[in-house]
């Protein structure tokens, strides 16, 4: 379904034609891969090959447009707020500005379409973010994904010299913790590095909950966490290594993958707590 009225609330060189769509059930020219994706949709492709996608469009595993629960009263599954959409357009150029392999932002629209929730009294207008990617297939897609399809990804991805690397889960390894040694140096919180949010061609996605200096957390209890969730992004990045090698049916070394996150500065003793010792008997 296309909405015809809409506005364009902010917009990169990248745009060439927006897609103001509204996913329902039967349309046709909207894409969706997985049930994974839940509210993004493939509307096109580039001629250099890559892919357009839009987010917000609505569900895709229900016979209904949008669903709410009120454990999140600001959270309508299937619809992306316009703070939401703009929080993911910036922050995404933020990332990309590091040199980070991203999704390349198009376009956030604001659709003129209100949509009222009755349980907390209030009408919004859904927004569109509109990206372009390299590849749509995510990582957490596998189970939706023939071996094959995964492998033809797989095998685009840039080989190390390094001998200890060579297996492919490692290459994986590099890219997402050199990525993140990089994000953490420069203030970057992605917040939600889980295997949803990363292509199968590793690239990074996602950014309606990041952090970065050019735009902060404008909640003073949010941004209180901030040092903490750092620490807790290192671990998601391991669960996301042993998740790749687990798709690729490649047994995972701990011992090489504690030493690259070494390498890059990332100390896992710091998080170890000592065995059989109590503060009593510490204390004794």
């Known amino acids: 379904m296309i909405i015809t009225s809409y506005k364009v609330l902010s917009k990169t060189r990248s745009l060439s034609n ?14 969706n891969l997985s049930p994974i994706h839940c509210r993004s949709y493939i509307v096109g492709q580039h001629k250099n090959g890559r892919y357009i996608v839009t987010k917000g469009n609505g569900l895709s595993y229900s016979t209904h447009q949008f669903l709410y629960t009120p454990e999140m009263p600001t959270d309508v599954l299937g619809l992306l707020r316009k703070e939401d959409a703009l929080r993911d357009f910036y922050c995404g150029q933020d990332v990309q500005a590091l040199g980070i392999k991203t999704n390349q932002m198009e376009c956030v629209m604001e659709l003129d379409y209100p949509i009222y929730i009755v349980q907390t009294d209030e009408t919004i207008y859904p927004c569109i973010l509109q990206y372009n990617v390299e590849c749509p297939w995510r990582i957490a897609d596998a189970g939706f994904m023939t071996q094959n399809l995964i492998w033809k990804e797989v095998n685009k991805w840039e080989r190390l010299n ?19 040694r990089i994000m953490h140096d420069n203030g970057v919180l992605h917040n939600a590095l889980t295997s949803e949010n990363i292509t199968w061609a590793l690239e990074l ?44 049916h490649q047994q995972v070394d701990f011992q090489i993958v504690d030493n690259l996150f070494a390498e890059y500065g990332f100390n896992l003793n ?15």
């Open 18 to 31: 927006p897609f103001p769509y509204l996913f329902q059930k039967g349309d046709r020219g909207m894409d």
């Open 162 to 180: 390094d001998k200890n690397y060579q297996e492919d889960y490692l290459i994986a390894a590099n890219v997402l913790i050199r990525n993140l």
């Open 205 to 248: 996605l996602d950014f309606e909950l990041c952090h970065t200096p050019q735009h902060p957390y404008s909640k003073e209890d949010y941004i209180r966490h901030v040092p903490d969730l750092f620490d807790r992004e290192v671990i998601d990045t391991y669960r996301l290594i042993i998740y790749i090698a687990g798709v690729l």
């Open 270 to 284: 710091k998080y170890v707590l000592p065995n059989g010792v109590s503060r009593k008997s510490e204390e004794e």
